[in-house]
């Protein structure tokens, strides 16, 4: 059974470094794209990234290219978001999803809720 | 503003057949897929239809896709209360060398 789990809520202050995981079960990892999406609070979803762990092949949205930065570790099947600071305006619910062909989202993660607040 | 433009909101009666508008360009629907994500208040969303027309395993054949030119849609035929959930369209832009594009969202009522 194909599952991707996502690592808990988390509460920052700005400037902080922040780091979320998405770790995928019931598939080889290795031969999906993993995708990251936002939701900011009460509004639609926006694509922020995809990352092929096979070979790390990484695309960002163009909003999204140079505030945060998508990894993964094939050994132990998990994709990460990361920020080296975050800001107020950071605070979404973000998601990873299985990419087939992708942008075909077929699995998705529970959602990982980022607050951020002086 | 989505390069994707969905009506914000759409509603119908039980049992009513509703369609959900999903218009882009050239340089996205035009040359790509479409798919399509229902999501539930406080829940990750769900693939419902892929490849414009296709309904992944589970999903019933009340919902379906379809792709016109720079355009797609998503119909519900036996609408049913729990439909009652937002709608996303999404596909490939092929500009600044290719993104995921989602539409801004539909939010169906079932009243």
């Known amino acids: 059974e194909v599952q991707v789990m996502q690592s808990g809520a988390e509460v920052k202050k700005p400037g902080e470094s922040l780091k979320i995981s998405c770790k995928a079960s019931?598939?080889?990892?290795?031969?999906?794209?993993i995708g990251w999406v936002r939701q900011m609070p009460g509004k639609g979803l926006e694509w922020m990234g995809l990352?092929?762990?096979?070979?790390?092949?990484?695309r960002y949205s163009p909003s999204f290219r140079g505030q945060v930065t998508i990894s993964a570790d094939k050994s132990i099947s998990t994709a990460y978001l990361q920020w080296s600071s975050v800001k107020a305006s950071d605070t979404a619910i973000y998601f990873c999803?299985?990419?087939?062909?992708?942008?075909?989202?077929?699995?998705w993660g529970q959602g990982t809720l980022i607050t951020v607040y002086s | 503003q989505s390069l994707l433009i969905q009506p914000p909101s759409a509603s119908g009666t039980p049992g009513q057949r509703v369609t959900i508008s999903c218009s882009g360009s050239?340089?996205?629907?035009?040359?790509?897929?479409v798919n399509w994500y229902q999501q539930f208040p406080g829940t990750a969303p769900k693939l419902l239809i892929y490849?414009?027309?296709q309904r992944p395993s589970g999903v019933p054949d009340r919902f379906s896709g379809s792709k016109s030119g720079t355009s797609a849609s998503l119909a519900i035929s036996g609408l049913q209360s729990e439909d009652e959930a937002d709608y996303y369209c999404?596909?490939?832009?092929?500009?600044?060398?290719?993104?995921?594009?989602f539409g801004g969202g539909t939010k169906l009522a079932v009243l």
């Open positions: 999404a596909s490939w832009e092929d500009r600044h060398n290719g993104e995921v594009i």
């Open positions: 050239s340089s996205n629907i035009g040359r790509s897929t």
């Open positions: 490849s414009n027309d």
């Open positions: 019931g598939y080889n990892f290795t031969n999906y794209w």
């Open positions: 990352i092929y762990p096979g070979d790390s092949d990484t």
């Open positions: 999803a299985r990419g087939a062909s992708g942008y075909i989202f077929d699995y």
